[in-house]
Structures are given as structure tokens and as C-alpha cells.
């Protein structure tokens, strides 16, 4: 598969030996939702930018409960690959296909040689980290000091939009999101139910009071 600068922004300005480079080594994939593609403590002998689709990267407790750290989607590449594969060691988490994704994975070797080599790498790898580090930053800063009901309200705004609009997910799947438990989300839902702010049905959310959701999301507090 030819590498493109249409599908790759960041190979805008890049040099054509470089491209020669990619194109030479590229070697295409896709895997289907629900694929586990890396897990806690494995080697990355790859390295991937993301051409369509979406990859969740999330961390296990050991009561089994998942967090999700950030999403990698496509014209991505997933940050903490980057460090494993710089630093040399172990990736620190899970990823799974959140939808189908389709790869272009490329051997490890060569990302440590062409970060050395090509300014375009380093520019997209310290972009990666970049927004990662922040999206984390900012999960930690929401999960240690805001209250679930907040956390809850706020992504239903971001996730849904205008009153009336269906978001499609199911209650452990937001919990998995909001790092807590289905039980928990399942209990706020039913609370905003009774108050008229959402209609629930099966995997279905429907928002009904934008503006006391958003009342709700503005609000601190401990968990």
C-alpha cells in the first residue's frame, strides 16, 4: 500500500526520501471492533499510524475495572507505542479496536532511525505525547476531583449535543469512560431520569434538559 499525503497530513512537508522510506516498509492491516491489539506489559515490534477507524487505550484495575486514558483516531498514532518503543520497554497499558481500524504499522527500528533523521517524525511524535499527556492530565484531574454526576453530565453534552439527540452506549460502556462502575452510572441515570433530564432505553441515551445538564456539569465537588 502506498503511503499518501492526502490520508497522512503530517507527510505534507515531508522529504520524498522519506516517503521512499515508508513505502518500502509499510505494511498495511486492519483488524476488526473488539480486537485486542496490545496488552499490559507487551513488546511493541511496531510502530502505527491510524487510517481509519478508532482505538481506545485503557488501563485494568485489579478488581477488573477499566479506565480509558485517550482514543487514538485516524492521522493518529498512539503515544504511549511511541514511548515504549523510544524508551524500550514494555507498553503500559491495553488497546483494543473500538470500531474497525485499518493500520499502516511500520518495524520498530524504524522509528527510533527516522525520529533521529526527519523533523516531520518528531513533530508528530511530540504532538502525540503532547495531547496525551494533557487528555491524561485532565482524566486524573477529573476522576480525583470531580463528582461522578458531574463527570457524567458533562460527557453526555459533548457526546449527544442538542436536546432530542440519541447517543447509542451502553451504561458499562460510559463507566469504562468515566472510570467507575456500570452500577454507579446506571444509578446517576436513573436520577436523571426522574428529573426529566434524559430518556433512557436499551444502549440508548436521550437528552431532554440541556441546560440543567449543563448546570450540573459546571458544578465541583468531591466524588
Keep these: ?19 521512499a522510506e515508508m513505502n518500502a516498509n509499510a505494511i498495511a492491516r486492519k483488524f476488526p471492533a473488539g480486537k485486542t491489539l496490545a496488552m499490559e506489559g ?18 485494568i484495575s485489579e478488581g477488573g475495572r477499566e479506565v480509558t486514558l485517550y482514543r487514538v483516531y485516524g492521522g493518529e498514532s498512539c503515544a504511549l507505542t511511541a514511548f515504549a518503543i523510544l524508551s524500550r520497554t514494555e507498553f503500559s497499558a ?25 523533523d516531520v517524525w518528531r513533530r508528530h511524535l511530540f504532538k502525540a505525547l503532547t495531547f496525551r499527556v494533557h487528555d491524561m492530565m485532565h482524566l486524573i484531574d477529573r476522576v480525583t476531583f470531580q463528582r461522578v454526576d458531574v463527570r457524567l453530565a458533562d460527557f453526555l453534552l459533548k457526546a449527544a449535543g ?25 444509578r446517576i441515570l436513573e436520577n436523571f431520569k426522574k428529573q426529566g433530564l434524559v430518556e433512557l432505553s436499551r444502549g440508548q441515551i436521550t437528552l431532554k434538559n440541556r441546560s440543567e445538564l449543563q448546570k450540573i456539569s459546571k458544578q465541583g465537588g468531591s466524588l
Design 42 to 59: 507487551s513488546e511493541c515490534p511496531h510502530f502505527f499510524v491510524v487510517l481509519s477507524g478508532t482505538i481506545r487505550v485503557y488501563q
Design 1 to 19: 500500500m502506498a503511503v499518501s499525503t492526502n490520508s497522512l497530513n503530517f507527510l505534507a512537508e515531508a522529504p520524498s526520501r522519506l516517503v
Design 94 to 118: 491495553h488497546a483494543t479496536a473500538e470500531t474497525e481500524v485499518e493500520l499502516l504499522m511500520f518495524p520498530e527500528h524504524l522509528l527510533r532511525d527516522w525520529v533521529e533523521k526527519y
Design 162 to 186: 442538542s436536546p432530542g439527540l440519541t447517543l447509542k452506549i451502553t451504561h458499562e460502556k460510559l463507566g469504562r469512560d468515566l472510570g467507575t462502575s456500570r452500577v454507579v452510572v446506571s
